[in-house]
């Protein structure tokens, strides 16, 4: 069995189609489909069920993804451990980030590493933290930025990198425009504007609901922060957004008002495998992320991955918000 079939399969299963992982692997679609075909045969065993559009998973291919993550990890480690004795840094780092984070800007982020270790190829992933938590626990990804409330779900260990207020969105027309402050006990009758269940805004408010034993309605459900913003400028709803997003250009002409009552902050932070120790290319990105007062870094829980709660310095790809720990000047992954 290849790792470059594994890596196939993976693209495939991830993808759920051939035309996309081949792509995606910069690879011939027939190669591709040859080396699947190979593992197949290999395993006495379909790993897709092809439809015309798309193939899914059989449970042989569900039971088999699993084990590939965990093998295409090992196989990152090890290659990871042979370029820290020579002092390089090559093969590929794969992150991920929930959009518009603001407290982290992605781009200047990965150009910056580029620059310092042009041999490791970047590949960044988007998606809801939930999502990306759950990537990082299986080892698909090496390192997440998310936004989640509570401590750190089963699997992960998370860096603290910064917290932020929530603040009510809407319409200057509404009749919450006329507020300087809103308790959470007061939006009871609001139709919301909200993420999906997988960002963690969404965690945020709904847990700030619960708190208050108060129900809301979300009138539209949106996977995209440019989009929210566009519905509330339509007075579709009002929306409670992390305080970096009132500061996006698309936010101007829309009330902002702070939020009173049991409402989390939005905390920012970097995601890791609980158990697998951090790779060298991680170690340089983070190296890169952090302040210089939070860059002890180790290789698994206790051994250092230090996070202070001071100010940040201006030598570090964050930039300073509230408390000096929120958002940058440019909001992120926009």
């Not at 593992?39 to 069920?49: H, N």
């Not at 002409?253 to 049991?262: C, K």
Request: proline residues 6%; glycine residues 10%.
């Amino acid at each position: 069995m290849e790792l470059r079939h594994l890596e196939y399969f993976v693209a495939v299963a991830e993808e759920r189609h051939f035309t996309r992982a081949a792509q995606r692997m910069r690879v011939a679609q027939s190669g591709l489909s040859a080396s699947i075909r190979a593992l197949e045969r290999e395993l006495d065993a379909d790993l897709f069920t092809r439809h015309t559009r798309r193939v899914e998973l059989t449970d042989a291919g569900r039971a088999l993804l699993t084990e590939a993550h965990r093998t295409l990890a090992s196989a990152t480690a090890a290659r990871n451990a042979v370029a820290a004795v020579r002092g390089l840094l090559r093969g590929s780092l794969t992150i991920g980030a929930e959009q518009c984070l603001g407290v982290i800007d992605m781009a200047p982020l990965v150009a910056s590493f580029r620059r310092a270790h042009p041999g490791v190829e970047v590949r960044l992933r988007y998606a809801g933290s939930g999502h990306l938590i759950e990537q990082v626990r299986l080892g698909v990804l090496q390192a997440g930025f998310v936004a989640l409330p509570g401590p750190a779900p089963d699997g992960v260990r998370l860096l603290p990198i910064a917290a932020e207020k929530m603040v009510l969105l809407c319409h200057p027309a509404h009749a919450l425009a006329d507020s300087d402050t809103v308790a959470v006990g007061d939006l009871a009758g609001a139709e919301f504007i909200d993420f999906s269940a997988d960002w963690g805004a969404r965690r945020v408010n709904d847990l700030a609901f619960a708190r208050a034993d108060t129900e809301r309605r979300v009138a539209v459900e949106v996977n995209d922060v440019h989009t929210l913003l566009d519905f509330v400028h339509q007075d579709l709803g009002v929306a409670l957004v992390p305080a970096p997003v009132t500061r996006k250009p698309q936010a101007k002409g829309l009330h902002t008002a702070p939020v009173t009552g049991p409402v989390p902050d939005w905390r920012v932070a970097v995601a890791l495998p609980a158990t697998t120790p951090a790779g060298p290319a991680t170690e340089a990105l983070l190296r890169l992320a952090l302040p210089h007062d939070q860059r002890s870094l180790g290789s698994a829980p206790g051994d250092g991955l230090l996070v202070t709660q001071q100010g940040v310095d201006e030598g570090s790809l964050l930039g300073r918000g509230q408390g000096g720990q929120g958002a940058a000047p440019g909001l992120g992954a926009g």
